[in-house]
């Protein structure tokens, strides 16, 4: 790769994606985007300027790093290897780094497939929320060659606030299994907290500012408790794709011999969420389902 900014294809404009892709414009890149909803593309070039393009291979002509954020699996797999996939234009030496939240196995097949490519390939999950994607404060968990992932650290830090290197392909994937069995368990108990304290008469307010304080503080707590107690749950990750990723998790716990009860317990809260009709709620609406039970 030059010394001069490489050239970026960005596929995927949903709520991470589109701020992230801004980022890497406003900090001097030469950027072409894709989005499958080419009204959202468009509106992304009217907002920060670059390119958009109609397909993925020809995002991907002639671009240094191609960066994706879709949504499950088999979409990273059609932008790959579909009909109009990347690898149809990806040059030799290119890195591929995906932002998606995807299962373990996926990363380590597209890494073996773009190798035979000569084609880098990095999977790089991200947390963090729309919000940190917002700020450029997100967190990115790495796995590949880190090599790689140094030649390509100045680009991620225009979105990540801290990007590790976590080991070999899908390394990257199972830590952000980690990061969402941590928040699954931290949202549940947050939520039956602030249920309690409701139906227990107290202050939420008086209360939250004293525990917040202590032990029981929490990225969570901080950000989501007025809107929870407010009702309002149109922010942030979706259930929908919170139930996607635990599926991913529970199937690799599977595999290897974990035991994840709790885990378990609230991807099925979630879908007590969805048949409330929540799928498009965001995660902390955990206390919706218990609000819906109360007396």
């Not at 596929?11 to 909803?37: C, E, K, Q, W």
């Not at 407010?230 to 990750?237: C, I, P, S």
Request: aromatic share 8%.
């Amino acid at each position: 790769m030059s010394s001069s900014k490489p050239r970026i294809a960005f596929l995927g404009l949903g709520v991470m994606g589109y701020p992230m892709a801004g980022h890497l414009l406003r900090a001097g890149y030469d950027i072409t985007v894709f989005n499958r909803s080419a009204e959202k593309a468009q509106r992304w070039v009217r907002e920060y300027g670059g390119r958009m393009a109609t397909t993925p291979a020809a995002a991907a002509h002639e671009a240094d790093i191609v960066a994706l954020c879709v949504g499950r699996d088999d979409d990273v797999r059609e932008v790959i290897f579909g009909d109009n996939g990347i690898a149809q234009t990806l040059k030799a030496t290119a890195v591929v780094i995906d932002h998606t939240t995807t299962s373990a196995a996926l990363a380590r097949e597209m890494a073996q497939r773009l190798q035979e490519q000569s084609v880098e390939f990095l999977d790089a999950p991200v947390s963090g929320g729309q919000m940190g994607a917002e700020r450029g404060q997100l967190s990115v968990m790495v796995g590949g060659t880190e090599a790689v992932l140094e030649s390509v650290r100045p680009m991620l830090q225009c979105y990540g606030r801290c990007v590790q290197y976590i080991g070999p392909s899908g390394s990257g994937q199972l830590a952000k299994m980690v990061n969402q069995i941590c928040i699954a368990g931290v949202v549940q108990g947050l939520a039956e907290g602030l249920h309690f304290a409701r139906n227990a008469g107290l202050d939420i307010e008086a209360l939250i500012a004293v525990i917040s304080q202590g032990a029981a503080q929490s990225w969570q707590m901080q950000s989501r408790y007025k809107t929870m107690i407010a009702g309002e749950y149109n922010h942030g990750f979706a259930v929908d794709w919170m139930r996607k990723d635990l599926g991913y998790t529970l199937a690799e716990a599977r595999g290897n011999g974990s035991q994840l009860p709790l885990t378990a317990l609230v991807d099925q809260f979630y879908g007590e969420v969805q048949a409330l009709g929540g799928g498009r709620w965001d995660t902390s609406s955990l206390l919706a389902r218990l609000e819906a039970f109360r007396k």
